[in-house]
């Protein structure tokens, strides 16, 4: 991969939240569109998975979400842009919400939304990733939230000390 391809590179979360079989979504601004999406957004740099995932949850829905599962990791390219998002989705449960809490710019408003619902405004949806990831959640698709590993700068450098 060169450098104009890892540029063009975003790493991503995006959350699954299901409830009586609605899933939270969200209804933003994005390209001067309205689309729909899961909680999801950008992982900033040093930030955990899970901590992602968490922060762009109660920031998007100002719900609080606790991380269950990893459902998969998807790489899509935007046709037109050319751009790369490689998305880590996690399942998981939201415990509260805070209601005075602002949401993320762009957002217009949270929604529960069945699958069939999500189908029926797949052309509204933010990219294939997000019925993708509903539809391994459904198959039962399920990996432990630890099967991903951060291994932070300094332990590469206590590392390469030793041998």
Not at 93 to 121: F, M, Y
Request: net charge negative; charged share 25%; hydrophobic share 45%.
């Amino acid at each position: 991969m060169d450098e104009t391809q890892l540029s063009n590179l975003h790493l991503t979360v995006a959350a699954i939240v299901e409830r009586q079989g609605q899933f939270l979504v969200v209804e933003e601004l994005a390209g001067g569109q309205l689309v729909i999406n899961q909680p999801a957004g950008h992982v900033e740099p040093g930030e955990e998975l899970a901590d992602a995932v968490i922060r762009e949850v109660k920031e998007e829905t100002a719900w609080t979400f606790e991380p269950t599962a990893i459902i998969g990791a998807y790489l899509w390219t935007h046709p037109v842009s050319g751009e790369q998002f490689l998305r880590a989705v996690y399942h998981g449960d939201v415990c509260s919400h805070d209601s005075d809490q602002p949401l993320d710019e762009g957002i217009l408003r949270n929604l529960w939304l069945t699958a069939e619902d999500l189908l029926k405004r797949k052309p509204q949806l933010r990219s294939p990733m997000v019925m993708r990831a509903i539809d391994d959640y459904l198959a039962g698709i399920r990996h432990p939230v630890n099967m991903y590993q951060h291994i932070a700068v300094e332990q590469l450098a206590e590392k390469a000390a030793v041998v």
